[in-house]
C-alpha cells in the first residue's frame, strides 16, 4: 500500500519533470522554428538552411567562449548580428538574383539545400565531425522545486528565448519595419503598392530570420552538444515547429515548439529515447491530416 | 424557362465577411450572360463557387438537374462547366498547342485524337499560326485568347469568362467579343464577367445580371439593366442617382 | 534545324547507345570501373524516377531515401527472415515503395504549399529511426550483412542496366501520353489544371507511386550489390535524397535525358572529389546546387536543349511527327 502511494507520487514527480523539461526544450524550439517562420511569412518559401544557421551560430558562440571566454549567456551580442550579416549576404548574392528572375519556388527551396550543405561541410573541413560541449561554472547547477530538478542551464536558455521571442514580437508591432514585414508578408503586391521597398524587406527579414538562429544558438549551447551536421536535425524539427504553429506565424511557431518539446520529452521517458524524434514526427503527421493550418491558424484550403 | 445552370440562394462567408448573399440566378442552354459589377462585387466568387473551388456557405448549384456542391472542379469541368481566370494563367512552358491540348485531354485519350481537337479549335479562335509558341511568351491579349481556346477544348456546354476584356485594347476587344458572340453555335453557353458596364457586353448578352457587394441587385435585358437606378447607383454613387 | 539530322542518325545513335552499354563489361574488364559503370546506372535510376515526380509533375521530395531505404530493407529482411530470393525481392521492395507512397500522397497532396516536400523527409528520417531502434526485426544500427550473390560484376552490370531502362521506358512512355500532359499541366499551374478537368491529386499520386516503385526497387538492388545496409547509409538525407535531387536538377528537371547526363557528372565528380576533401566531399554536392539554380537553373540538357535539337527540349511536348511541320 504505502509502497503504491510512493510509486504514484514518484510517477508524478517524474511527469512534472518530465512535462517542465519538455516545454524548457520547447521553447528553445520555438525560437529555432520563429526564423524560418518569419523568412516563411515574407519569402513564401521554407529556408532548408535554417538549421545550419543556427549551426554556425553555435559554433560561434563556442569560438567566442573558448578564444576570449565569452559567456554564451551574453554571446548573443556576437551571434546575432554575425548570423543577422550572414542572413543578409546569402540573400543578397543568392536569393536576391533568384527571386528577380521569377525563379521557381522549388528552385529557391533547393538552393538554400545548397547553401547548408555548404555550410555544414564547411564547418566539417574547418572543425572535424568531433561533438564539443560547453562547460561554464552554471553548467552543471540545478534548480530544486520540492522532489522536481530542472538544470539552471536550461531555464536560463528558456527565459532568454522568451525575451528574444518578446523583442521580436514588440519588434513586429511596434515599429515602421516590423509593419513592413508584416505588410510584405500578408501582400506583397499591396505592400509594394503602398510603397514598401519589398526587395530589401525581403534582405532584412532573412537577415533577422537568420540573427534569431544566432540567438537560439547562442543558448542552445548550453543545452545541447556541438557538431556540424547537426543543422539538418534542427531544420526538420523547425519544419515540423512552423507546422504545428501554422506556416508563417511567429507566435504559433513558439507554440509548436513547445508542443513538439513536449511531445519529445514525454516520448523519450514513457516510450523509449531511440523514438523520441519519431514522435515528434508522428504529431506532424497527425497534425496535417486533421489540422493543415496549424494549432492557431485559419484553414486556407 | 429551362435553367441548364440553376444557381438558388448562394451565399458564401469567409471569415464572417459574407461575399456572395441569397444569389439567384439562371443560365439557359446557349446564352450569353453579362455579369456585370465593381471590382470586388462577388464575381470571381461566384464562379470560384460554380467550379467548386470553393464550397458554398449555404445555397444550392443545380447544373442540367444535378447538385455541383461538394464535387471538385475537375469533375465539374468534366460535366460541362470551365472557366477562365482573372489573372490568366496559361502553361507557360508549354506550346499553345499543347496548352489546348491539355484541355482537349477531358474528353479523349490519345494524343492523336487532342491533337486533332487542339488544331480545330486553335483554327476557331484564329491562335493556329501561333501554335508552336511557347505561351508565356505571348502577350496578354493572345494568352487571354489562348485560355478560352483551352476552355473550349475541353467541350464544355457553359464557359465561365473571368473579366474577359480587362486590358485589352479596343480591337483585341472587339475580336473576343465577336469569338464571344459565335460560342453559342458551338453550343456553348458563357457567363461573361466584367467590370463595368461596357457597350461591347450590353450588345451581345441576351441577358445581365448585376451584382454589388455580393448581391444580385438587378437583371434583365440590356436595355432594362442600362436604366435600372439601382444599378446607376451603383456606378455612379448615391449623389449622382439622388439628383438624377 | 532537327528535321536535318534525320530519323537514320537517331536510330544508328541509339543502336550504337545500345552496343556501347551492352559490351561495356566484356570490354572494359577493370572491377573499379565496372563498379563506376553500376553506379552511374543506378544513379540513372534514382535520378530519373525523381525527375518524373520532381522534374515533370513538379512536386519536389526531399526525402526520396524513405523509398530507397523501405526497398533496401523489403528485400533483404525477406531474404534474411524468410530466405526469400532477393532478385524477385526487388519486385517486393518495389511494392513496398508503392505501399508507402499510397498513405503519403494521399495525406499531402491535398495540401498546396511545402508540405509534400518536406514531409518526405521528415518520412525518411522516421523510417531511418524505426530501422535503427527495431532492433528485434532490423538488426538496428549493426545493419544486415547479406552474402555476395555474384563474385563477377557482369550480373549486376546487366541488372542495373536492366532497371535503370526500364525506369527511363516507363518514364518515356508516361510523359509521352496523357499523363505526361497531366503532369506538366499540374507543375504548370494547378489551377489551371484543375479547372480543365485533371484531378490533380490522383495524377501526383500515379506520378508518386512509378516514382517510388523504381526508387524503392534501386535500394533493393543497392542492398543486393553491396551486400550490407544500415539505417544511415540507405536513408541518407544527404547522400540518397538530396543526391538524387542534384542528378536531376544537374542534367536537366523535366528533361528524358537530363538524370543520365546528371548521374555521369555526379558519379565522376564524387569519385574525384572523394580524395580532396574526404568526408567534407559533400561540399562539392552544395556548390554545385548553388551554380546550378543561379546559372543554369534548366540544367545542362535544358540549357543546352534551348538551342540545341528539338527532340532535346525539355517537355513531353509534341515532339510528335506533324508538329514541326508546316
Known sequence: MAEGQRKGHMDLTILLQTVLAGVLVGGLYGLIGMGMAINFGVLRIINLAQGELLMVGMYVCYWVFTLWGLDPLLSPVVTIPFLFVLGVVIHRFLLTPLIRARALPENQILLTVGVGLVLTNAALLAFTSNYRTITTSYSASLITLGSIAVSLPAVLAFGIAMLVSSALWLFLMKTDLGKCIRATAQDPDAALLMGVNVERISVITFGIGAALEGAAGSLLVLVYYLFPALGGIFTLKAFIVVVLGGLGSTLGALLGGIVLGLAESLGAVFVSTGYKDAIGFIVFVLMLIFRPAGLVGKARM | MGWMLDVRKLSKVFGGLPALVNVDFGIAPGEIVGLIGPNGAGKTTLFNVITGVFRPTSGEILFEGKNLVGLKPHDICRLGITRTFQVVKPLPKMTVLENVMVGAFARVGTKEEAREIALRELEFTGLLPKRDALARSLTLADRKLLELTRAVATRPKLILLDEVVAGLNPTETEETITLIQRLPERGIAAVAGVEHVMRVIMTISHRIVVLNYGRKIAQGSPEEVGHNPEVIEAYLGEAYAETS | ?326
Open chain 3, 1 to 326: 534545324m532537327a528535321a536535318r539530322g534525320g530519323k537514320g542518325w537517331r536510330w544508328g545513335g541509339a543502336v550504337l547507345g545500345v552496343a556501347v552499354l551492352l559490351g561495356f563489361p566484356i570490354v572494359v574488364s577493370d572491377v573499379y570501373l565496372q563498379h563506376l559503370a553500376i553506379f552511374f546506372l543506378l544513379w540513372v535510376t534514382l535520378g530519373t524516377s525523381w525527375n518524373l515526380l520532381g522534374g515533370y509533375a513538379g512536386q519536389i521530395s526531399f526525402g526520396h531515401a524513405a523509398f530507397f531505404g523501405m526497398g533496401a530493407y523489403t528485400s533483404s529482411l525477406l531474404f534474411a527472415k524468410l530466405g526469400f530470393p532477393p532478385w524477385p525481392g526487388m519486385l517486393l521492395g518495389g511494392v513496398a515503395g508503392i505501399l508507402l507512397a499510397l498513405p503519403m500522397g494521399h495525406i499531402c497532396f491535398r495540401l498546396r504549399g511545402p508540405f509534400f516536400a518536406l514531409s518526405m523527409l521528415a518520412l525518411s528520417e522516421f523510417l531511418r529511426l524505426v530501422t535503427l531502434n527495431w532492433r528485434d526485426l532490423t538488426e538496428g544500427a549493426v545493419g544486415i550483412l547479406l552474402p555476395p550473390f555474384f563474385i563477377s560484376k557482369l550480373p549486376y552490370y546487366y541488372i542495373a542496366l536492366a532497371l535503370a531502362a526500364a525506369t527511363m521506358l516507363a518514364t518515356w512512355f508516361l510523359v509521352d501520353s496523357k499523363v505526361g500532359f497531366y503532369l506538366l499541366a499540374i507543375r504548370e499551374d494547378q489551377d489551371a489544371a484543375e479547372a480543365l478537368g485533371i484531378d490533380t491529386t490522383w495524377y501526383k499520386l500515379v506520378a508518386l507511386m512509378v516514382s517510388a516503385f523504381f526508387s524503392a526497387m534501386a535500394g533493393s538492388y543497392y542492398a543486393n550489390y553491396m551486400a550490407y545496409i544500415d539505417p544511415p547509409i540507405v536513408f541518407s538525407i544527404v547522400d540518397i535524397s538530396i543526391a538524387m535531387i542534384l542528378v536531376a536538377v544537374l542534367g536537366g528537371m523535366g528533361t528524358l535525358w537530363g538524370p543520365v547526363v546528371g548521374a555521369l557528372v555526379i558519379v565522376t565528380l564524387s569519385e574525384a572529389f572523394r580524395a580532396y576533401f574526404a568526408a567534407a566531399h559533400l561540399i562539392v554536392y552544395g556548390v554545385l546546387i548553388i551554380v546550378v539554380i543561379v546559372f543554369m537553373p534548366e540544367g545542362i540538357v535544358g540549357s543546352l536543349a534551348a538551342r540545341g535539337p528539338r527532340w532535346l527540349r525539355p517537355r513531353v511536348a509534341t515532339d510528335a511527327p506533324g508538329a514541326s511541320q508546316g
